[in-house]
């Protein structure tokens, strides 16, 4: 069992930067695929990035590529989203989620992951 906690989201001017960050608690993330989502009002769930917490293999949603950075911290067992130039079609709310074991082929699939967190929301004004 994992429990998922994410931070950092908040309010930013378009060109901005924020860094999210998922807390990861009852289990070690090691040998999990660990994806960010986000999602705004009556839309379904958006892949924007993940990482293979073994290998550090990423994949990029294409609005996320050159903008967003996705990590890990092994020492504090979390996994990180760096967004850069942020732009308000960037606004929704950003889930965390990881599920094991690692496989590439699942990473932006919202519903092959076991554990999620409670989401934070990110704002971006024009």
């Known amino acids: 069992q994992v429990h998922l906690v994410e931070s950092g989201g908040g309010l930013v001017q378009a060109g901005g930067s924020l860094r999210l960050s998922c807390a990861a608690s009852?289990?070690?993330?090691?040998?999990?695929?660990l994806g960010w989502f986000r999602q705004t009002p009556g839309k379904d769930r958006q892949f924007v990035a993940g990482i293979l917490w073994n290998s550090g293999t990423t994949k990029y949603a294409a609005s996320a590529e050159g903008r967003f950075t996705i990590s890990t911290d092994k020492t504090q067992n979390t996994v990180n989203l760096q967004m850069n130039n942020l732009k308000p079609d960037d606004t929704a709310v950003y889930y965390c989620a990881a599920s094991s074991p690692p496989n590439f082929w699942v990473l932006s699939q919202s519903d092959q992951y076991d554990y999620w967190g409670q989401g934070t929301q990110v704002t971006v004004s024009s």
């Open positions: 009852g289990n070690s993330l090691e040998r999990h695929t």
